[in-house]
């Protein structure tokens, strides 16, 4: 067993190089491994340095400004939200403001024309009765004058009555005095 | 040998033969696949980067995506210490991403597929990163193979688990990358090879079987770079930040 075991390890020792060329892997033959080798760092090498140098700033720059950009706008979005806010707030200040004022003007205006209508009613109030006194006291002299006149008339018609009655001038002084007495004593009857 | 499944992953030198100090640095078929994997990145980062809108086209979308992609992968795995090292992870996951799907085109070769394609950029890594452990915690590093809160009795062993768990680090992450990357064109090319050979009566059963695995084999070729990437983030966090 151990013979063979042997003799077949010797078989796969000498005949290695063709197994691995012609029928097993190509992987294992050494032949091209130099070259690989030396491709591949510098394939890899020449790859690396053009990305780490080129590429890869130009990605991750192109990425930050994107990133940038958006943050900005984002930024901006939040600026103007809060500057429309405050806008509003304002145009509602203004908005209470105008309504305060309405308010005051309205009452302010109101009392004036209240004090106005007062005072003006006053006022005409006063003339009014300045008015009544006027014309009270035309009508107290009117009737004074008035009495006084018809004194005089009711001595010309009495003076005239007994002159043509009697046909005899009588004194003027004593008739004056009994029509003042008979008119005193009736006085009171018509005022 | 066409009908060889591992025929696809021989290489095979172009145009003349480069020898520098007697090793043989020959332009290949890998080689040429590197370049071309190569080229699509940087003409693909170039159309993307060459419009700076704010509004960006489709092209320039897909440039950004890849990039906030990677950037979120190395900020929740190794945080903000590791930024330094983005252009490296971004340039690695890039790398690892096209030539995968490269491979996927029929024709084509796959460079991952190659173990020692993946090895180099392995012990790259576990090789810079273990530098950069030192250069930044000093000796301290070294408690990254002592975890805190295990018990006194278990620590000997503990301890040389996670050294050799440490050590392995390259293997497991080159040879993850190179066999997923083999056994899946393998697969596909055997099954191509039953649709051949059932012909016309049986073929169609493997040949729906390879249009399935076409898929897979996509989004492995995605998963893969992904998980290449992210594993570097990790290894890059522990080297960052000692959380032991």
Redesign the interface.
Known sequence: MNKYFGFIIALIATQNNLFA?????????P???????????L??T???I???K???P??????D??EN?IKDDLEDANKFKELSESKLKEYEKILDDAKKEVIKIHIESKNTLDKDIKTKKETIEKEIEKEIVKAQKEMSDLKKNSLKDVQKISENIASNIIETISGDKLNESSIKATVEDISKKNLGKYL | MASNPMQQFSVHKIGPEIKIAGIDLSFTNASLFMVISASIILLFLFLGTKEKKIVPNKIQLIAEMFYTFVAKMISDTAGSKAKPYFPFIFSLFMFVLFCNMVGMLPYSFTVTSHIIVTLIMALFIFIAVTLIGFAKHGFKYLSIFVPSGVPAVLLPLITVIEIISYLSRPVSLSVRLFANMMAGHTMLKVFGGFVISLGLLGGWLPLGFSIALTGLEILVAFLQAYVFAILTCIYLNDALNLHH
């Open positions: 060329a012609e029928a097993g892997m190509p992987q294992l033959d032949k091209y491994w130099a070259s690989q080798a030396f491709w591949l760092i394939v890899f020449i790859l690396y053009s990305i780490a080129f590429y890869l130009k990605i991750k720059n192109n990425l400004t994107r950009r």
